[in-house]
């Protein structure tokens, strides 16, 4: 069966960027640049997103488009006969599922807000804590709206390449970019606006160098947001690499995807910054930022219904442009591995993808009792697994994958990532992505687990 391919060079990036763009864009990266001195850290972030994210992100569109396979046979076709590389397929495998495991949730958790901002009683002193607590608290809301979100896209990557996935994200990610300028625009016009977007976006060396500790804590956290924003180590983007011509080089390609996904960091942070300061709110991390904080700052605004139905649909967007990505992978590993038809596959994971997600999205109120230490509940668990591990691992494997003698090899990693027009992948990196790449990487791996286990010694 012949390979399906996009249909333009512009569904190829939107459809990564929609990979790359994810929730952490929203919650994480705003707070942790204005945590660590504004555009002092982002110039911190772009350095090791330059030294580390955009590399292995070449090197895994290249196995993809050299092999024009998914990761379920890519090692396969180019490894050298009688090695192991083949092997981590499975890991991959386990990667894509674990992933969805949590992340289908956390989308229905976005698909729910839409309506209930819609019809919120902003102005009225409206509970914005209890709401989100509620959510979590009610496993039959949950389960729903995980589901919503798992058929949602499994409709759309079920149309097929070209039909489903590359045509609707495409035109969810237009709608995305049209969206948080919008939004920004509206964050930066309010009165009081301009604390906030000063508190983010300019420099200060003095909170990044502020103490030894502070600076070490900032080049962990840019370093960890540089290797984490990409979506890389598990094949999520090696699919779309296999399914690209050979008409532009890769380099190009994966510095305009990590742009695109910058951008709508730095933009979001336009949204939260100037509107948290503009109402004296203090802007937080993690969940609460998205589902409670702000939506205390939608209420207190001006056709404040409209701001916070539009954030959501935004983050609604983001959420299932990532799931779409990531199926599609899922799809395309039962297709590639077992021979089978995109609908066999996809009816499969209808089933598969829902049931597997039961866990977490139970994990906040039937099994809320199921935690680790130092980790947390289900969802957090899994988030862990992913995150600082397999993604890591994964990632040190394309790269070693793409640099030693009984891997692909570097001459024919590079001859393929600067096949076509477009800026080339520079030959004298070697060194670089030989010793201080994996270096890095092991070093990020660490860094999830040193903390743990000293909880795990000193609890």
């Known amino acids: 069966m012949e390979r399906e391919q996009f249909k333009s060079r512009l569904g190829f990036i939107l459809i990564s960027a929609g990979c790359a763009v994810g929730l952490g864009n929203v919650w994480r990266f705003p707070y942790i640049v204005g945590e660590y001195g504004g555009a002092a850290f982002i110039i911190l972030y772009l350095i090791f997103l330059a030294a580390l994210g955009i590399p292995i ?8 488009r050299a092999s024009k396979k998914g ?17 981590f397929k499975w ?6 599922y674990l992933l969805m495991m949590f992340y289908t949730t956390v989308a229905g958790w976005m698909l729910a807000y839409i309506p209930k901002m819609a019809t919120a009683p902003f102005g009225m002193g409206m509970d914005v804590s209890g709401m989100f607590d509620s959510l979590l608290a009610d496993p039959v809301e949950l389960v729903v709206w995980m589901v919503v979100a798992c058929l949602i896209s499994l409709l759309v990557c079920s149309l097929g390449l070209q039909k489903g996935v590359e045509r609707i994200t495409k035109v969810m990610m237009v709608c995305l ?7 920004a625009i509206r964050a930066c016009t309010l009165p009081g606006a301009g604390e906030g977007i000063a508190f983010y976006l300019l420099p200060d060396f003095g909170r990044l160098f502020a103490s030894p500790e502070q600076f070490s804590d ?4 840019a370093l960890g947001q540089a290797f984490f924003t990409l979506s890389i180590g598990i094949g999520s983007m090696e699919i779309f690499g296999s399914y690209i011509d050979k008409k532009y080089s890769l380099m190009g390609e994966a510095v305009r995807i ?3 996904d910058t951008f709508v ?12 300061f503009a109402f004296s709110v203090s802007p937080d991390s993690g969940p609460g930022l998205v589902f409670i904080t702000l939506p205390a700052v939608f209420e207190q605004m001006w056709m404040g219904n409209l701001w916070a139905t539009l954030f959501f649909i935004f983050m609604g967007f983001a959420a299932i442009s990532t799931v779409i990505a990531v199926f599609e992978g899922i799809l395309s590993f039962w297709m590639d591995q077992w021979g089978m038809t995109r609908k066999k596959a996809v009816l499969i994971n209808c089933v598969l993808i829902p049931v597997l997600s039961l866990p977490c999205a139970l994990g906040f109120n039937v099994w809320s009792g199921v935690e680790l230490p130092g980790i947390g509940n289900i969802q957090a668990i899994e988030d862990f697994l992913v995150s600082n591990n397999l993604l890591v691992l994964g990632s040190l494997v394309f790269v070693l994958f793409c640099v030693t003698k009984r891997g692909w090899g570097w001459k024919s ?8 027009q477009g800026m080339r992948f520079p030959a004298w990196l070697r060194g670089w992505m030989s010793i201080g790449v994996p270096a890095l990487i092991i070093v990020i791996l660490l860094m999830g687990w040193i903390p743990l286990i000293a909880t795990w010694i000193g609890g």
Do not use: Q
């Open 265 to 276: 960091a730095v933009v979001t942070g336009l949204i939260i910054f100037p509107a948290c």
């Open 71 to 87: 990761i379920a046979r890519a090692f396969n076709e180019l490894e050298p006969k009688g090695s192991w590389w083949h092997r």
């Open 177 to 183: 970019l049209l969206l948080i300028g919008i939004l």
């Open 413 to 420: 990693f590079l001859a393929e990532a600067n096949e076509g």
């Open 91 to 96: 890991v991959g495998f386990c990667g894509l």
């Open 258 to 260: 990590a742009g695109l």
């Open 57 to 64: 992100m070449v090197m895994e569109f290249a196995v993809g």
């Open 218 to 221: 900032a080049t962990f956290a």
